[in-house]
């Protein structure tokens, strides 16, 4: 029986400030910091067999802070497409990769990323901010809708991520509020309307257990 834990990442500056952050590479907040810890303790206790996460700084540091919490005594190793890492003669009983991808990334909110959500609001109106910000098909200028951001994310979850949790592994992917809605609308077989109002929240793992060729809804 395989195990999934999601995770979206600790508060960013960002949300403590109420900007569209996107994939603009803002840190975690002090919050943030203790929201990651507080998920590593949560998880202490188990061994992962795959790590998955964005490229985005948040998220890779959430992973980085909740691993110190955790009795696993491999070292953390990040695969990032950005900063090749080298593995020759390193013992990999002694790490743990974690494999960083793009797909994994938050919504690109385009025209909107480090604006204001208040001030966004206020120059559309509130109902044409809701349906940009809420609906699912309606992306921000020169940005994504939800839409868009799961047909990114999916594909790569397919691919990547369910072949090792069909193997019957314990896999956590640390990312994002709207990459995480892609996945938890797959496994949970949510509609377009049920999607957009799943609140994803800052470092609360969702654990879902994998057998029979389903998923549902587990606990730690």
């Known amino acids: 029986m ?5 995770l979206r990442h600790g508060k960013s500056v960002w949300n403590k400030k109420n900007i569209f952050t996107g994939w603009v590479d803002v840190s975690l907040s002090k919050e943030g910091i203790d929201e990651a810890f507080s998920a590593g303790k949560a998880l202490s206790h188990l061994r992962f067999e795959a790590i998955f996460t964005s490229t985005l700084s948040r998220a890779i540091m959430t992973l980085q802070l909740l691993m110190l919490e955790n009795q696993d005594e491999r070292t953390l190793i990040l695969n990032h497409p950005e900063r090749k890492w080298c593995g020759h003669g390193i013992d990999e009983k002694r790490v743990l ?3 960083c991808s793009e797909a994994l990334n938050e919504r690109y909110y385009g025209d909107f ?6 001030e966004i609001k206020l120059a559309l109106g509130e109902k044409k901010f809701i349906e ?7 992306p921000p200028p020169h940005g994504e809708s939800l839409k868009m951001t799961v047909e990114r994310t999916l594909p790569y979850f397919k691919k990547e991520i369910l072949p090792q949790i069909k193997m019957g592994k314990t896999v956590l ?6 990459s995480i809605r892609g996945i938890v609308k797959e496994v949970m077989h949510l509609t377009d309307e049920e999607i957009v109002t799943c609140e ?7 654990v879902f257990q994998y057998e029979g060729g389903n998923f549902k809804e587990g606990a730690l």
Request: glycine letters at 12%.
């Open 97 to 99: 990769m974690a494999q």
């Open 200 to 206: 994803i929240k800052t470092g609360e793992p969702l």
């Open 173 to 178: 992917v640390v990312a994002h509020g709207n």
């Open 2 to 6: 395989g195990k999934l834990i999601l």
């Open 113 to 118: 990323q480090g604006k204001n959500k208040d």
């Open 132 to 138: 940009v910000r809420r609906s699912f098909q309606t």
